[in-house]
């Protein structure tokens, strides 16, 4: 406690003037004859007791606000010790990191991502006046909880909501650092400041980060000092699923154990749950820092959940990453329909077979031109009709509405295929309108046509090769293309040999030769192969979840398939997201670790589970090493420490001019009071 | 001037042709028919001669037998007896508070109550004098001051005037109860008494009197006359209080006693009011800053609304 103008105390004098004019006018009364006096001393006798009262009230009023205006003129102040900064105006931008390494367990009391929430608290209560501040989240990706604003207070709300959800992303203080600065960039305050609230583990990498000059940047941990021996922790690093080939509908999981802070030597269980239920049990035993184990389980069908996840039982420093959702279904494959002349189909499935499994899997089904109307289009992504005539009404119609659901369809020339009645059947979906085919003499190849964008529908086709000397006898005659459809191929004069186009929400790809040898040598050039592969996976719906595992907080985009009119997402807690329209459901609440099982309804509103499209998200292995990164000190940066001790004064004097102002209206009121009869004031 | 000299000329002036010609185009009718030697303008609950017929009465020994109604003993086999009205003549007194309160404000040239109250019983004396009625008037404070008797020629009106000017006495009390005795004695009966006084006699009784004079047949109108400072205490800084008729001074904040004060000067209202209407004698509050004129007229058209006039 101190004064800052003491000599203002003086004014404290005053309080005695209340006191003093009222004997002093006592003296100097005004004389007034009034008849009525013998009245005025009956109310005198009636109201003594309640006007002396007053009296006294008004007297300790007017006394009291004296003292607290003269003490308030005098600038008394308290010295407080500040929980952070050096008491100055600042711009500042807290990084809070909500990576999953902050949800580990101390070993009792709370966890760091508390103990930081909370400092992060104590520092926004502590800015003076007039300083800015932004809250940023510093797990992967990072964002901006709270935007650079005046009034520090609004950070509360925010970091309410970020306590609510329990941490699991990456770390990333890097780009969190790097968003901070784009925040304060255009702070008018020339104090600016980035305080980060880390568990300081290795894998933050916190001792990298900087701060440009004329700006500090403060760390402050809330993990382990960094000679502290690292806690035992164990995850699971990765799952893998692998059908059984010898039993029909079982899959055998491969579950990777790591562990950090020393390696248990008794044996790990590990169990496999499907739906809450366990279906099989294992034990891992380590060697060094990791251990394997190899869980069976049912493998789900076409329409069944795969969701599943392997959990390590016992209890360890970070039960974040004991559990990892795991999809037990086969692996994903483009399913191609091939259907037509005998020997066409033949060499496109030879070369659909070849395609590399690290392209994907195709999984081809041939059938002939007669099977082919009693087939679904719907449980296929491509139809690829080679040398067979055109299709009759009825199979045009499945055709056209396979295609405008989202389906690729790829025709192929050959003798069997009228071209007038191949437009009269599909011409609304047809890329370019064909003409008779005719024989010619063209110099050999084919060449990449038009200049295809990477969004393009024919674009995986633009970087054909292997076609340049391909020799043709014979061709069907494609017009010019249809406003937006492209020729990926050209023959070597100039006309279209390879039209694609969009048609709904599919692809429709018109090829001007066969894929056997009838009409040209196509089938023999290296270039054959790729050429049919793309075709099938360009025109071909997307209709299957990103392979690789999503990091908790990644939006992802799932595509819909072909006929699907709602999509639902549930996530592991057993959330579910619905999504009506488009072409594709764009997710962004994957916080949540786990398997995210799919279900997408038809036309008839009846929900199926759509395997293909379920999903894992699961936190970077990095995470579950607990191991404390390098640092100055075990618990704060030296200037964090000397800015804590850092000592303010903070003013009390409007405080007491608010008592001012408190003390005015009471005796206000008490005059009021005292005016009122005692009838008015009692009720 | 003197005060005195300036309160008497102010009396006489307080008989304003203006007022007086408002008032005169009011009939004064009394609640009572009073009874007089002349037949005038006002009922009589005397029954006699006259053309006016008002009741049949069963004969008694001793009635004139004059007035036996032979037609109705010719139908009904009884004697009955016809009773008439009779015009009659009021007799006014007029009786004005002189006690040292009734000088407030004591500021030089000021509108006294005094004045106020005299300003309206002169009026009503003019009225009296004016429709052929017999008017008088006392003053009084601690005790009543030799009446003038009443008469009904022209003259009257300034000596009325002339008797009502004279100033308060300074420091004299009030002693309601002994000077309305005197008043009900002297009064005769069945006349019409006007008092103006701001009643400021808080003694157990004070107001008995009036019972008196209505049981002697009395129409008894009490004009309660105060000042408008006396209502609300308009007064905000600590004041020494003085009273006008010997009390002791009282130092105290009116802005703080206002409320009470209020409450005392409503109930004292209340309590004349009481008293005057229990007794049988109409109360009216005069204030000093309401015209003389309006206070009458009000009275006035009040008792014509009643059927008196």
Not at chain 1, 216 to 238: Q, W
Request: some cysteine.
């Amino acid at each position: 406690m101190g004064l800052e103008a003491p000599w203002a105390l003086l004014g404290a004098l005053l309080a005695a003037a209340p006191v003093v004019a009222h004997l002093a006018r006592r003296h100097d009364l005004p004389r007034v004859a009034l008849p009525t006096i013998a009245l005025l001393r009956r109310a005198q006798v009636a109201s003594r007791r309640r006007t002396r009262l007053v009296d006294v009230l008004l007297l300790v009023a007017r006394v009291a606000m004296i003292l607290a205006l003269a003490l308030g003129l005098a600038g008394p102040y308290r010295e407080v010790k500040l929980a952070w900064g050096d008491g100055t105006r600042a711009s500042v931008a807290i990084i809070l990191d909500d990576s999953l390494s902050m949800a580990r367990d101390p070993g009792g009391g709370a966890t760091p991502f508390a103990r930081a929430l909370a400092r992060a608290r104590e520092v926004v209560r502590a800015l003076p006046a007039g300083s800015e501040a932004c809250l940023i989240a510093g797990g992967a990706a990072p964002r901006v909880i709270a935007p650079r604003s005046g009034d520090p207070a609004a950070l509360g709300p925010r970091l309410d909501a970020l306590a609510a959800a329990a941490p699991t992303r990456g770390t990333a203080l890097s780009a969190a650092v790097a968003l901070a600065l784009r925040e304060l960039a255009g702070s008018p305050l020339e104090a600016r400041r980035i305080l980060v609230l880390s568990d300081g583990a290795a894998h933050a990498r916190a001792e990298q980060l900087e701060a440009p000059p004329g700006m500090s940047l403060e760390i402050e941990r809330f993990g382990p000092a960094p000679d502290a021996r690292a806690p035992v922790n164990r995850s699971v690093a990765e799952t893998v699923v692998v059908p059984e080939a010898t039993a029909a509908g079982r899959a055998t999981v491969l579950v990777t154990l790591r562990a950090s802070g020393g390696a248990p030597t008794a044996p790990v269980a590990v169990r496999l749950e499907q739906r809450g239920r366990v279906v099989a049990r294992g034990e891992a035993r380590f060697q060094g820092d990791t251990a394997s184990v190899s869980l069976e389980g049912p493998l789900a069908g076409p329409q069944d959940d795969p969701t599943a996840r392997v959990v390590i039982e016992g209890r360890d420093a970070l039960a974040g990453d004991d559990a990892r959702g795991v999809l037990l279904r086969p692996p994903g494959a483009l399913r191609v329909l091939l259907a037509g002349d005998d020997d066409a189909t033949r060499a496109a499935a030879q070369a659909l077979a070849l395609v590399p499994e690290r392209e994907g899997a195709i999984a081809v089904r041939r059938v002939d031109a007669d099977t082919l109307p009693t087939v679904a289009l719907s449980a296929f992504d491509t139809v690829l009709l080679a040398g067979m005539p055109a299709p009759g009404a009825e199979l045009a119609a499945a055709l056209r509405r396979f295609v405008e659901r989202g389906g690729g369809l790829v025709l192929a020339a050959g003798d069997p295929l009228d071209a007038r009645a191949l437009d009269a059947a599909l011409g609304p979906v047809l890329p370019a309108r064909a003409s008779e085919a005719s024989g010619t003499a063209l110099p050999p190849g084919l060449r990449p046509g038009d200049s295809l964008p990477d969004t393009a529908p024919a674009a995986p086709l633009r970087d054909a090769t292997g076609l340049a000397d391909v020799r043709v006898t014979r061709r069907l005659l494609l017009e010019t293309p249809r406003r937006d459809a492209v020729a990926a191929l050209r023959f070597a004069d100039g006309a279209p040999a390879l039209v694609v186009g969009t048609a709904g929400s599919g692809r429709v790809a018109l090829l001007a030769v066969p894929l056997d040898e009838s009409w040209s040598d196509l089938p023999l050039h290296p270039g054959f192969l790729p050429l049919v592969a793309r075709l099938a996976r360009g025109v071909g719906p997307v209709t299957r979840a990103p392979a690789q595992v999503v990091s908790p907080g990644d939006p992802i985009t799932l595509p819909l398939p072909p006929g699907a009119t709602r999509l639902v997402v549930t996530d592991p807690s057993g959330e579910r997201e619905t999504f009506r329209e488009g072409r594709a459901a764009p997710l962004r609440s994957t916080t949540l670790p786990g398997a995210y099982r799919v279900e997408v309804a038809d036309e008839g509103g009846v929900l199926r589970d759509a395997p293909r499209l379920a999903f894992v998200v699961a936190s970077p292995a990095d995470e579950s090493d607990l191991r404390p990164g390098p640092g100055a000190t075990g618990g704060m940066p030296r200037d964090t420490r000397k800015a804590a001790s850092a000592r303010t004064r903070r003013p009390l004097a409007p405080w007491l001019f608010l008592l001012v102002g408190l003390l005015a209206l009471a005796e206000g009121a008490l005059r009021f009071r005292g005016a009122r009869p005692p009838a008015q004031a009692a009720a | 001037m003197s005060q005195d000299a300036g309160d008497r000329s102010a009396a006489r002036g307080a008989l304003d042709p203006e007022v007086a010609r408002r008032v005169s185009t009011l009939l004064l009718a009394a609640r009572r028919a009073a009874e007089g030697l002349a037949s005038g303008l006002h009922k009589s609950p005397h029954r006699g001669a006259s053309v006016v017929f008002v009741e049949h009465r069963e004969y008694r020994p001793g009635d004139d037998l004059r007035l036996l109604d032979w037609r109705a003993y010719a139908r009904t086999d009884r004697h009955m007896i016809k009773r008439f009205e009779q015009e009659t003549q009021l007799r006014g007194t007029l009786v004005l508070d002189r006690s040292g309160s009734m000088a407030y404000p004591t500021i030089p040239g000021a509108h006294t109550k005094a004045r106020h109250a005299a300003t309206l019983l002169a009026a009503l004396g003019y009225v009296l004098v004016r429709q052929g009625d017999l008017a008088g008037a006392a003053t009084f404070a601690d005790v009543l001051a030799p009446p003038l008797p009443a008469r009904g020629r022209p003259a009257q009106v300034e000596a009325i005037a002339t008797a009502l000017a004279e100033p308060p006495a300074e420091g004299a009390t009030t002693d309601l109860a002994g000077a309305l005795g005197s008043v009900a004695e002297r009064a005769g009966r069945r006349g019409f008494v006007a008092v103006a006084s701001d009643l400021l006699d808080l003694r157990e009784g004070a107001l008995a009197p009036l019972a008196q004079l209505v049981a002697r047949g009395h129409d008894v109108v009490v004009f309660h006359v105060l000042h408008p400072d006396e209502l609300s205490l308009p007064f905000d800084e600590p004041t020494r209080f003085e009273g006008l008729e010997g009390e002791a001074t009282l130092e105290t904040d009116p802005a703080a006693l206002r409320g009470a004060y209020t409450l005392e000067i409503r109930q004292f209202l209340e309590e004349c009011r009481a008293r005057c209407t229990a007794a049988g004698a109409r109360y009216v509050l005069a204030r000093t800053d309401v015209p003389p004129e309006r206070t009458l007229a009000e009275l006035l058209t009040a008792r014509g609304r009643r059927g008196w006039a």
